[in-house]
């Protein structure tokens, strides 16, 4: 069963501490991505990756750097954690080939809930 | 802007069957997904259109019309296990995926 996982269901820091959110992917994707997800508001996009060592900045990157030094492996890191990164945050990876419903599906990991005080 | 417009709530009574409507402004058009999510779980794949139609799958069917920007996945004989958030996302003309809020489905007895 193909899987992506996320190493912290649950975590709660304190304002400023440094974070760290892995994920991990048993596929082979190339592609792997970062989302946040709040309530009333659709997935945004924080980062993304098409390659080993290769990150672009989504929609919203402020406040977040991340790190792909093997293909399987994506790593979140908030360097400075604040109140108003408190969310869910949802990290996904797709082969970038389009599968038998025509269409390139992201895999999902079950997420990372963060609280930050 | 772009933007994906979904119901917030909706309730159905199991064994009828719902509507989840989505409608869209976005630049450029390359495909449309619903996604289902459970509370607390991932969101799981589960239809794509990308041309006008009805596409059908088991229960659950999503229709697309592209010069209206409008979707529907359409559920039928509810079961209880069908209560979920579905998420509607489009793919815009730089193949970026734009997502909607989501439209959680309460399902009762």
């Known amino acids: 069963d193909v899987k992506v996982t996320q190493s912290s269901r649950y975590l709660v820091k304190r304002t400023g501490e440094k974070v760290f959110l892995e994920c991990v992917q048993d596929m082979d994707h190339e592609n792997m991505f970062w989302y946040r997800q709040d309530p009333g508001l659709g997935l945004r996009l924080i980062y993304f990756s098409y390659d080993v060592k290769m990150k672009e900045k989504g929609d919203i990157p402020e406040g977040y750097s991340v790190s792909r030094e093997k293909k399987e492996r994506f790593s979140l890191i908030l360097e400075s954690a604040s109140t108003n990164q408190t969310s869910m945050y949802l990290c996904?990876?797709?082969?970038?080939?389009?599968?038998?419903?025509?269409?390139?599906?992201?895999?999902f990991g079950a997420g990372s809930r963060l609280t930050v005080l | 802007g772009q933007n994906i417009d979904q119901p917030t709530e909706m309730t159905a009574t199991e064994g009828a069957i719902v509507q989840i409507n989505c409608t869209y402004q976005?630049?450029?058009?390359?495909?449309l997904f619903w996604y289902q999510q459970h509370a607390g779980e991932a969101p799981t794949f589960l239809s794509y259109n990308v041309l006008d139609g009805l596409e059908e799958k088991g229960r659950f069917s999503s229709f697309l019309s592209r010069s209206k920007g409008y979707s529907y996945l359409l559920l039928k004989e509810l079961q209880m296990k069908d209560s979920a958030s579905y998420l509607c996302a489009v793919t815009d003309s730089n193949y970026q995926l734009i997502w909607g809020a989501g439209t959680k489905l309460i399902i009762k007895p």
């Open positions: 996904a990876s797709s082969s970038g080939q389009e599968g038998d419903s025509g269409a390139n599906v992201l895999t």
């Open positions: 976005t630049s450029g058009f390359n495909g």
